[in-house]
C-alpha cells in the first residue's frame, strides 16, 4: 500500500463523510463552496475529489475502521465468551453446583475443539415400494434422483 499524504482539511472531511455513508455530491457540498454548482458539475467534481489516490485510500482506510469497530463493538466475541463461561463456571464451583461446573467444562471444552468430531448418521426407516410404479414413473424418478431405477429391483443405498 502506498504511504499517506497528508490530505487538506476539506479534503479529510469529505473522506470521512464519504467514509460514513454520505453521498459524494452532498459530502462535496458540505465542504466547499458549491452552492452555485450545477448538480452535474457537483457530481463530477465531487467523483473526481473522490478518485484522487490519497482522498480514495483515506475513504477506504476509514471504512475499514469502521467496519473493524463495528464488529468488535457488536459481536460476541470468542474470548467474550470464554471469560463468561468461566465466570460462571467459578460462580457454580462456589455454590457447589457440580452438574453446573461441568456443563462449564464442556462448553469450554466444545469451543476449544478439544472434544473429538462426532458423526452422526442418518437413516431412512421408512422403504418405498416402487413396484405399483409405471415404467414412465420410474423414468421420472430415475430423472430426479440421478440413478437408474428397474422394477422389482433393490437399487444400491447411496
Known sequence: M???KELTLKQEKFAQLVASGIK???AYRQCYNALDMLPGTL??????LSQNPNVAQRISKLRSEMLEDMYNSVLWSREESIKATKRAMLRAEKKGKNNEVYKAVEILNN???FNAPTQ???KNKDEV???NLSDDELQQLAKIKGKVV???ANPESD
Open 150 to 152: 428397474k422394477k422389482n
Open 24 to 26: 459524494k455530491a452532498e
Open 129 to 131: 415400494d416402487l413396484s
Open 120 to 122: 452422526v448418521e442418518i
Open 43 to 48: 457530481w463530477t467534481e465531487a467523483t473526481k
Open 2 to 4: 502506498t504511504k499517506e
Open 111 to 113: 469451543m476449544h475443539g
